[in-house]
């Protein structure tokens, strides 16, 4: 089973790459971040003649997430579904096979301190509750997006410039820590432990090109299936020409 993820910033500016990318990759499911654009407007149409089906949790002109598959999803949800009212779409879930996936588009932050940087530690708190209420650490359980994390200074250009950055700060790596500890793995990190791996790089300063960027984009399983993760990569190639998203597409094959 090959599941990727990608914020694609935006679906109507990455239309035309998104349809260009899945039939040259293949994947089963794909999870989208930062669509952009209410349910109602998600281009299911052109989608559906490459042989997907989408699941849409969206927001006009913010947020928003979706799953791409080539087969239907089962049980999809939307949202933390706890006590707190929380207008913002961040996560969409459904299980695919037998595998539960969990797309994710957690907050920014914006700067430290800040009510947004308030709201990211908040949200990481209760996502990783929402995982202790719903499943099990021996259950298949892949968490996918843009987590807004670099979780080690391996994972950052320049780590001693960034302590004071949401993406980077201390409390938000061991939020993402917290997440991790309900028993998922970097399927990255597991096939790729060397440097210079990013997800992310802002559009200024050529810092594509340089490679100046952050790996916040992540593909987290539990043992079950981290076990059987055969390849995970980061796909550069999505991120270079014309129009890109400032993120890169992730891929990963598990053997089930």
């Not at 910033?9 to 794909?30: F, K, T």
């Not at 539990?222 to 550069?236: G, M, Q, Y």
Request: charged content about 25%; glycine content about 6%; hydrophobic content about 40%.
């Amino acid at each position: 089973m090959k599941i990727a993820t990608w914020n694609v910033n935006s679906i109507r500016a990455r239309l035309d790459r998104l349809l260009a990318w899945l039939p040259e990759h293949q994947p089963d499911v794909l999870c989208l971040q930062e669509i952009k654009v209410e349910a109602s407007e998600f281009p299911t149409a052109p989608l559906a003649q490459l042989g997907y089906e989408a699941v849409v949790s969206g927001q006009r002109s913010y947020n928003g997430v979706a799953i791409l598959t080539k087969q239907p999803l089962e049980d999809v949800t939307a949202g933390l579904d706890d006590e707190h009212e929380d207008p913002q779409a961040r996560l969409i879930a459904g299980t695919y096979q037998g595998v539960r996936i969990l797309c994710t588009y957690m907050p920014n932050g914006s700067s430290v301190p800040s009510d947004k940087y308030d709201y990211k530690l908040a949200w990481m708190s209760r996502f990783r509750a929402y995982l202790d209420r719903h499943f099990k650490p021996d259950q298949k359980v892949v968490l996918l997006g843009d987590l807004n994390v670099a979780p080690q200074p391996i994972d950052v250009y320049d780590p001693e410039g960034w302590p004071n950055e949401p993406i980077f700060h201390i409390d938000a790596r061991n939020a993402l820590a917290k997440i991790a500890e309900f028993g998922l793995k970097d399927v990255v990190r597991q096939h790729h432990p060397e440097p210079g791996l990013y997800s992310y790089w802002d559009y200024r300063q050529l810092a594509f090109p340089k490679n100046k960027g952050l790996r916040i984009d992540h593909i987290l399983a539990t043992a079950p299936l981290a076990e059987r993760c055969t390849s995970a990569n980061i796909d550069r190639a999505s991120r270079k020409g014309d129009a890109p998203s400032d993120h890169a597409a992730i891929v990963a094959t598990f053997d089930i």
